[in-house]
């Protein structure tokens, strides 16, 4: 006798960022009975979806992940087999190398919370595994979603006092490690174009203390480097 079941997966999607794959199966029901165990060849398919794509270090990233499968003789949209912790949030550095950072909050749907330390790929991923249902044996393939990048940019604080000649100014740069010893190109705007002004450097402690001359509008160019991605801090001098 045929079984439907009728599931429904829940899970936000947000804005940004989605990766998507989908395992294709290959198999057929074999008729069940009473008396005979069917295995059936199911298809497992998992989505990601970070709520930012680039954020500031120290934030943190909100990641959403679904899933959901059909197998041959059942409705479209069987959920995969439901034990807690079988859909799993992980990041990489490399692509190769992955790390859990979050696990199911229901059978079709997990959440994690990924720390903006540095930028890596995030995906879903879904070990093989099995469920069984009265007579029946489902079996689904491990799936991953397409990973999506999240990008981190450093957090950039700027102080200033002004003087007769001169503005001192003190940049403070987080995380400091990602900057120290690190000579970093300032420019300034002329007319419709940015020039190159000057070149600071960085202390280990993340900070540079130092002088401009000039009243105008100028931009830090920090370079995509040290595990971080590049980003362009802007800023005026008043001179007075």
């Known amino acids: 006798m045929k079984r439907t079941f009728l599931s429904r997966v829940g ?115 879904r070990p093989e595994g099995t469920y069984t249902d009265g007579s029946d044996v489902l079996k689904f393939p491990a799936a991953a979603s397409a990973p999506v990048r999240f990008g981190v940019y450093r957090a950039v604080d700027m102080k200033f006092r002004g003087g007769h000649g001169s503005v001192k100014t003190t940049f403070t740069v987080k995380p400091a490690a990602s900057v120290a010893g690190l000579k970093v190109p300032v420019q300034i705007k002329k007319g419709k174009h940015w020039k190159k002004y000057k070149k600071i450097k960085f202390h280990a402690n993340g900070r540079f203390v130092g002088r401009f001359g000039k009243t105008g509008h100028y931009r830090l160019v920090l370079p995509t480097t040290r595990g971080l991605d590049g980003f362009t801090y802007g800023f005026k001098i008043w001179r007075y």
């Open 11 to 125: 899970g936000a999607v947000v804005a940004l960022g989605l990766g998507t794959a989908t395992l294709a199966a290959v198999g057929t029901a074999t008729p069940a009975s009473a008396a005979t165990t069917a295995t059936v060849q199911c298809t497992d398919t998992v989505q990601v979806a970070p709520s930012y794509t680039t954020l500031e270090f120290g934030r943190t990233n909100s990641v959403d992940a679904t899933a959901s499968g059909s197998c041959p003789g059942y409705t479209t949209g069987r959920l995969p087999y439901g034990t807690t912790g079988n859909l799993l949030i992980q990041t990489s550095a490399d692509g190769v190398n992955w790390a859990t950072v979050g696990g199911n909050t229901s059978a079709g749907s997990a959440y994690a919370s990924v720390p903006a330390t540095g930028s890596v790929l995030i995906r879903a991923y």
